[in-house]
Nanobody, 126 residues
Framework: QVQLAESGGGLVQAGGSLRLTCAAS????????AGWFRQTPENDREFVAA????????TYGDSMRGRVTISRDNDKNAVYLEIRSLKPEDTAVYYC???????????????????WGQGTQVTVSS
């Protein structure tokens, strides 16, 4: 069993940066891919970024590509999302997700993630 807890969200001015952290419990976390998604009340959950179990490969969604970097530290059981040049339209709840063990490939498909955190709110002011 894996439990995920996001942190690092908050209120930030447009143009600023944030680093979101997803802390995982459970010894199988490091053997599955992980990803970040975001959601607003008006929209469906949107893929942001994902990385492989090792962290050596990653993939990014179109909306934030070039402004985000995903990374992970399996020794610390954590995955990170750095967001730069924040825009008001980036305002959303950001969720961390993890795949089952041995599902090592990153994917933008939310239904392939078995574990989800509660989310962290990011609000960008103009």
């Amino acid at each position: 069993q894996v439990q995920l807890a996001e942190s690092g969200g908050g209120l930030v001015q447009a143009g600023g940066s944030l680093r979101l952290t997803c802390a995982a419990s459970g010894r199988t976390f490091s053997s599955g891919a992980a990803g970040w998604f975001r959601q607003t009340p008006e929209n469906d959950r949107e893929f942001v970024a994902a990385c492989s179990a090792s962290g050596r490969s990653s993939t990014y969604g179109d909306s934030m590509r070039g402004r985000v970097t995903i990374s992970r530290d399996n020794d610390k059981n954590a995955v990170y999302l750095e967001i730069r040049s924040l825009k008001p339209e980036d305002t959303a709840v950001y969720y961390c997700a993890a795949r089952l063990p041995e599902r090592i490939a990153p994917t933008p498909r939310s239904w392939k993630y078995h574990y989800w955190g509660q989310g962290t709110q990011v609000t960008v002011s103009s």
